[in-house]
C-alpha cells in the first residue's frame, strides 16, 4: 500500500511506500491518512523520453494516475555554453561581412 497527496491540480506532491509501518511509517493509521491524502496499491512507471521529465498526476475520482512530461530545464553550464556558440557564430559572420567589405575597398567598389 502507498500513500499519496495530491494538489489542488491533482499533482502527486508526496509519496510514502511504507505509510503504517510500525518502524518507518508516518505514525498515523490508515483512517488518519486518508484524511489528507489517498492510499493506492501501486503506482505506474513513466516511460523514458529522452530531455523530458515525468510528472505524475492522480485522479482520485476514476483512481487513475498519468504522466506528462516536461522538458528538462537547461542548466547554468548549457545555457552558457548556447551563448558562447551563439557569439562565435555572430563573430565568424562579421569576419566575413569585413572581409567581404575590405575585398571590395581594395577593389575600388
Known sequence: MIYITVDGNNLVKFQHFLP????????????????EG???D????PEQQAGK????YYTPETNVFH???????????QIQAEKIVSIENQTAEAMVDIDFRLSNIELGL
Do not use: R
Open 20 to 35: 503504517v509501518d510500525e518502524v518507518h511509517g508516518l505514525g498515523k493509521t490508515e483512517e488518519e491518512l486518508l484524511i
Open 38 to 40: 489517498y492510499l493506492v
Open 42 to 45: 501501486s503506482i505506474p512507471q
Open 53 to 56: 521529465v515525468p510528472i505524475l
Open 67 to 77: 504522466y506528462e512530461y516536461n522538458d528538462i530545464p537547461k542548466t547554468p553550464e
